[in-house]
């Protein structure tokens, strides 16, 4: 199945967290499939997020530095000339190139169905977005008019 670079990230998002044994293997290797390599990486421009992790008491009370900031790679603390620490979040900087490039991803039954499982979810849910949209549709695909008139005669 062809899909975009907003595809890969939409679907990686709505990917179950728990699950069984088998699901999460098929997941993991799902997941390996739709991320991204490094190269893409440098042209998506991704930074992420880095915090000061200095803390001290100061009159019986817990201060933190409140340095934070989303840089390639971790930046020292100008104020503490510390390294400081990634915090998991990331911003990526999509060009319309990017955004409309396209990977060939190979799914089998299993996992085809683990992902249509969880769009149904997300859909049920209420968590789908616009950004969704185009990839819902390649899982579930819209009845052509003249079948859905055949079948309502």
Known sequence: MELTTVERLKLLEVLP????ILTLKIVRKLRET???NEEELKQIGTKY???CPFHSEVDGKSVSCDNKGFWPIAPK???HDILMVPTGQMNMDFTPEIQARIKEIHMGAEATKMVCDALKRADEAKQLTDAHISLYEKFFPPIPEAIEKAMEE
């Open 49 to 51: 997020e880095f915090v």
């Open 17 to 20: 967290t728990q699950e069984n």
């Open 34 to 36: 739709l991320s991204f």
């Open 77 to 79: 603390c100008a104020e």
